[in-house]
């Protein structure tokens, strides 16, 4: 009786499994008959925007000669160059012999070389401060060399540059003449260049006066 048991159990399960291999059951859709695919309601596609076109660039707009000449006449006037400084033709300087302290005021012209003793001078422009500038100057651009005079048939001895550039008559100490023996300073510069005269125009031929 123990077998036919099991044998009966292993058959149930048996029948069992043959149950399972069957196709699972139809499950019914309680949401309602399924809508064919043409009846559902989808909106209907969007177009693509249309891209507008650029329009075209402005043609160059070319400036007549009127404009032109407005134009150039709003412009304004351009400033006046800056005055120049006043230049002289001659200079006043002042020496000084330290060994017999001796001095001497003399007027030096302009590209002509003077002696003083074993000094010779040559000055090359003499100029004063512009009308636009803050302070007045003086200001004298000269050569100094050392050429002891020839006394006696002597062979004279070759100069010897002592100073050269500008020498300022209200700043002495700016760039000053420095010898052992010499001392030399810009007192003024002096007569001023006459103002130049433009050409006289000459008269057409035939003209009455």
Known sequence: MTGATLVGGAGLGLAQDQNLLQSPPSVQNDTGPVEPLNQLDIPPAEEAPTVAEAPPPPAPVTPSANTTANTVAELPPPPPPPPKRPRYTSVVLQTLDKVTAETLRFEAKVDEPVRYKDLVITVHACETAATDEPYAQTAAHMDVQYQPEVLGGRTPQVARQVFRGW????????????HPIYDLWVIACKTAPAPATPPSTPAPTGASL
């Open 167 to 178: 020498m300022y008559g209200d700043a002495p100490g700016l760039h000053p003449f420095e």
